[in-house]
């Protein structure tokens, strides 16, 4: 809650005099905490009587049998979700185009994903949105991330791409489908990124919030080599977004191995932003 009061003040100055609700994007790796500040913000917006809405780059993900088909006919590392080209892009961009227009005649729907079923719920119990939402917080861990160059890609990292990525075939197509996440990235108003300090932390975290399923006897628990295998399906573009993904970001903070959040580093263009009182969307959702 501390992180999303210091960072109110940036997401109060752009909501004013605003007739769109303002798209604010969390990036950062996994277990870096976005979902938590994304639920804080929400909080903190609400006790200050504006109306906000949550979604996450993990509600539109392609279901299980979309991924097998895919792993069928394409590759087999589409079977795990979570990197670019398994997500449902194009629901996303309706969802934020429907919350535009929210009203009791025309509600608006929340995806949500059953990650223990691994498949989408369906839209019968999606949560509706009767009104148009002043703030719309998107997070997700590769938001802003942009593709690599042909000769970043051209050699395996890890274990994971050397042995069942021989000819870099997913790799490529994972950096391919990026194109369809950029006009998204566009859209968003303000870019907060919680930057870890690497990608080992990152795993960290990870196996920490995995262990904690075991405890609870979880059923899709990962163990440690399951885990260790899961995390190189990311390892490539997470380490690609530590390097490129600050200059990304509006305001970018640094987090220590402990989860600590250190000061606010507000980019000059916000600052300018900020200074000529523009709350406006620069680019529209598409």
């Not at 009104?131 to 861990?141: N, S, T």
Request: hydrophobic share 45%.
């Amino acid at each position: 809650m501390a992180l999303a009061a210091r960072l109110w003040p940036y997401v109060a100055a752009l909501l004013r005099a605003r007739r769109t609700p303002l798209l604010v994007g969390i990036s950062g790796l996994q277990g870096s905490g976005k979902s938590t500040l994304a639920s804080a913000l929400l909080r903190v917006a609400r006790q200050h009587g504006v109306g906000a809405v949550r979604l996450a780059l993990d509600d539109v993900y392609l279901g299980r049998a979309a991924r097998q088909r895919m792993a069928r006919t394409q590759h087999p590392l589409w079977l795990t979700r979570g990197v670019p080209g398994t997500h449902d892009v194009a629901l996303l961009c309706a969802t934020l185009r429907a919350l535009r227009h929210a009203s009791g005649a025309q509600p608006a729907r929340l995806p949500r994903f059953d990650k223990g079923r691994d498949t989408r719920r369906p839209p019968s119990r999606w949560p509706r949105v009767t009104a148009m939402p002043a703030l719309i917080v998107l997070e997700g861990w590769c938001l802003g991330v942009q593709p690599q160059s042909a000769e970043q890609l051209l050699h395996p990292l890890n274990a994971l791409e050397r042995h069942e990525d021989r000819d870099g075939r997913w790799r490529r197509a994972v950096n391919a489908a990026l194109a369809a996440y950029a006009p998204l990235w566009d859209a968003l108003d303000l870019r907060i990124l919680l930057h870890a300090p690497g990608f080992a932390v990152a795993s960290r975290w990870r196996a920490q919030a995995e262990a904690a399923l075991r405890t609870r006897a979880a059923p899709r628990a990962m163990g440690s080599a399951q885990l260790r295998r899961f995390m190189q399906h990311y390892q490539r573009l997470s380490e690609h977004a530590l390097v490129t993904l600050p200059r990304w970001a509006d305001v970018r903070v640094d987090l220590d191995a402990a989860h600590g959040a250190g000061a606010l580093r507000v980019a000059r263009g916000l600052r300018a932003r900020l200074a000529q009182g523009a709350g406006s969307t620069t680019t529209a959702v598409p």
